[in-house]
């Protein structure tokens, strides 16, 4: 069974570091574009940081110059750093991947969502 599990979130006080990973777990050949996002409560799911299969960035300029999104295709796994924590990034963060897949006998690609890991950053 394809899925993804996250891990690392936490409370954190403001100024800190945390890293979240999102390790994707069955039969899988490659991690394609992938990206993290986060909903805080009463708001929209909005994304915070992704990179494209041919590792070009993209990330939301409220997290520019403190989260960095990475990917070990070795470990099949993406991570999230994040750094200079602060109040306002406090969220649930799902990660999301395209997942390329054996099952079977043959190769699949499909989009996958994470359960979600609270980040509490406190003041």
């Known amino acids: 069974q394809v899925q993804l599990v996250e891990s690392g979130g936490g409370l954190v006080q403001a100024g800190g570091s945390l890293r979240l990973s999102c390790a994707a777990s069955g039969n899988i050949f490659s991690i394609n574009a992938a990206g993290w996002y986060r909903q805080a409560p009463g708001k929209q799911r909005e994304l915070v940081a992704a990179?494209?299969?041919?590792?070009?960035?993209n990330d939301a300029d409220s997290v520019k110059g403190r989260f960095t999104i990475s990917t070990d295709n070795d470990k099949n796994t993406v991570y999230l750093q994040m750094n200079s924590l602060k109040p306002e990034d406090t969220a649930v963060y799902y990660c999301?991947?395209?997942?390329?897949?054996?099952?079977?006998?043959?190769?699949?690609?499909?989009?996958?969502w994470g359960q979600g890991t609270q980040v509490t950053v406190a003041s």
């Open positions: 990179v494209a299969r041919d590792g070009s960035p």
């Open positions: 999301n991947a395209g997942l390329t897949y054996y099952s079977g006998g043959s190769r699949y690609t499909s989009d996958y």
